[in-house]
């Protein structure tokens, strides 16, 4: 679902996520492609790596003229992945990390169990950055980063 909420924060229409789902199933043969495969975004499309070479998944598999896409193209990244092949972590920011056995996949401060909706709840609430980072020995910036997180999926949705 996260991998999901990015591409609607980057204009990815629904419509345009279900067909890619649905092509990305077909093609890989996986139940969960966006929990398997290896995805960039760019103006609006989703890329799918197949050891090196781009298709276009959202286009149905074309094959994208590479000096058009290379200017844009964003991985869906800090996925990494299982020796089952499926993505165990996301990191999508440097201090915000997603993993399911913890906290319930919910987003986190990196190398904490500290959800940023938490972070975020405090500061929507009247708490000041400096006082919400002293309360859990964070630094600010890790704070900054949880409530820029949060509005980002609440724009999203």
């Known amino acids: 679902m996260r991998v999901i909420a990015l591409l609607r924060a980057v204009g990815i229409k629904w419509a345009k996520i279900y067909e890619t789902e649905d092509w990305l199933r077909k093609y890989t043969g996986v139940d969960r492609p966006f929990a398997s495969e290896r995805l960039w975004t760019a103006v609006h ?19 994208p003229l590479p000096q058009l896409v290379d200017m844009y193209l964003v991985p869906v990244g800090g996925l990494t992945f299982s020796q089952y092949g499926l993505a165990d972590s996301w990191t999508p920011h440097d201090e915000i ?51 820029q997180w949060e509005n980002r999926l609440a724009a999203a949705a």
């Open 97 to 147: 990390m997603l993993r399911p056995n913890v906290q319930f996949g919910a987003p986190c401060i990196r190398g904490t169990r500290i959800p940023t909706r938490t972070l975020w709840g405090m500061y929507e609430g009247g708490d000041s950055v400096e006082f919400i980072a002293n309360v859990y020995g964070l630094e600010p910036g890790q704070v900054r980063e949880a409530i």
């Open 45 to 63: 499309e989703v890329f799918l790596d197949r050891e090196g070479e781009l298709i276009a998944a959202s286009l149905g598999g074309q094959y």
